[in-house]
């Protein structure tokens, strides 16, 4: 029997979080610098990165996370393909899997990246806002609130981040 990794996607696998606050910068007013800097030294980043802007009228923060080129525009976080692979090729059952608010809007271009990325498995892949149902013997994701979600059983893996 495979042992079954949960792989989160986004700043596990995938720096999105870079690609969206310069994303942001662009489509603001006013960067709020002081603010993220004092929450960056101190490693409080708020996860919602809009609260260091003000935007331009009639732009959705959340727009990003549904533009095709999000993803294809972001690289993997260093060593994440020799990792993904190398678990793969040991024999994991590696299911990713990420939060997903517009999951409709979101799902495809996630996985077409992800499809397009690890090509040399089949991708399995599951937007959620509810990681803890998901059946697996390991979790890697980089934040608390999913990880508590998990069944005892499950060892859990937390990856560092600024938030």
Do not use: G, S
């Given at each position: 029997?495979?042992?079954?990794?949960?792989?989160?996607?986004?700043?596990?696998?995938v720096p999105s979080d870079?690609?969206?606050?310069e994303w942001l910068k662009s489509c603001s007013t006013v960067f709020y610098e002081d603010s993220y800097s004092h929450d960056l030294l101190?490693?409080?980043?708020?996860?919602?990165?809009?609260?260091y802007f003000e935007l331009y009228d009639g732009i959705d923060p959340m727009d990003f996370w549904a533009e095709k080129r999000t993803y294809p525009s972001t690289p993997l976080l260093p060593d994440a393909y020799r990792v993904v692979k190398n678990l793969y090729e040991a024999g994991y059952d590696?299911?990713?899997v990420s939060f997903?608010?517009?999951?409709e809007k979101q799902y495809k271009n996630k996985l077409?990246?992800?499809?397009?990325?690890?090509?040399?498995?089949?991708?399995?892949f599951i937007p959620t806002e509810f990681k803890g149902k998901i059946v697996s013997d390991y979790i890697i994701d980089d934040?608390?609130?999913?990880?508590?979600?998990?069944?005892?059983?499950?060892?859990?893996?937390?990856?560092k981040t600024p938030y």
């Open positions: 029997m495979k042992n079954k990794i949960t792989l989160d996607l986004d700043l596990t696998t870079k690609t969206w606050f101190n490693e409080e980043v708020d996860y919602f990165l809009p609260t590696i299911t990713f997903c608010m517009n999951c077409k990246y992800l499809q397009r990325t690890f090509d040399f498995m089949d991708v399995c934040r608390n609130k999913f990880l508590a979600m998990m069944p005892e059983h499950v060892k859990l893996v937390k990856m």
